[in-house]
């Protein structure tokens, strides 16, 4: 699993390639633990290239979720494979977090 | 036709429990959706041997077995290490409550359940063995 941190104005975006399970999920914890990405006003994750999401991953998010709403820090996913929207769907996460399918509507989230 | 492998108990090996999977239903018509949920499903029940019953110990090890009979997937991950580890009853997460109170774990064993038609935990011997099937249309 690699995370590419791309910050732009008030917007962080990060790039997920690979797979996240219970051996990388530490990666992108120590991304999203940053104090700093609460700075931004959003962060919008990139799931172009996120080919596995286990519920360690799902974890992850879930995690960090309350803390960037206390913080006014809005988390938007986009470019998400079907196979990996479906894990979100099957916990009814898709209901409690924002999924767009690309950038221009993760943008305009 | 079966399949089996082992692997030690150390989660830098589930990635290789994901590409066995996805190497044996490879042959078959299937979705994409449909082999990553056998796929997680699988490496949902490894993770737990591995973290839970097993602590991490490179010492031990797991033996998984795919077959398929007509349109059936049958998996048996059996576990060699002393500690019996029986997941409770299946229960729905409160996701709302994870999300308030940062949870980062509970949501595993959940999905298990959701992705296969039938999940089951027994004892053999002093060891632990989980059977998951799933019919493939």
Known sequence: MKVTAQPSADTLTLLLDGELDASSAIVLDTELAKPDILNFHKVLIDCAKLSYI???????????????????????????????????????????????????????? | MKSVLRIACSRRHLQQVRDFVRNYLSS???????????????????????????????????????????????????????TIFLPGAHQSPDL???????????????????????VEFFTRGNHTVCHLSKHLA
């Open chain 1, 54 to 109: 286990s519920s360690a991953g799902l974890g992850v998010f879930i995690s960090h979720l309350q803390r960037f709403q206390d913080a006014n820090v809005k988390l938007v996913f986009f470019n998400m494979q079907e196979k990996v929207f479906n894990v979100f769907e099957i916990l009814g996460l898709d209901a409690l977090m924002t999924i767009v399918p690309s950038a221009t509507e993760a943008e305009a989230a």
């Open chain 2, 28 to 82: 078959r018509q299937l979705s994409e959706v449909t082999v990553n949920q056998v796929v997680l499903a699988v490496d949902e029940v490894v993770a737990n041997f591995i973290i839970h019953a097993n602590g991490e110990d490179e010492n031990q090890f797991l033996d998984l077995e795919l077959a398929i009979n007509e349109h059936d997937l049958n998996v048996e991950i059996a576990d060699h290490g002393d």
């Open chain 2, 96 to 118: 709302r409550d994870y999300i308030r109170q940062g949870r980062k774990g509970g949501m595993g064993m959940t999905l298990v359940n959701r992705l296969m038609d039938r």
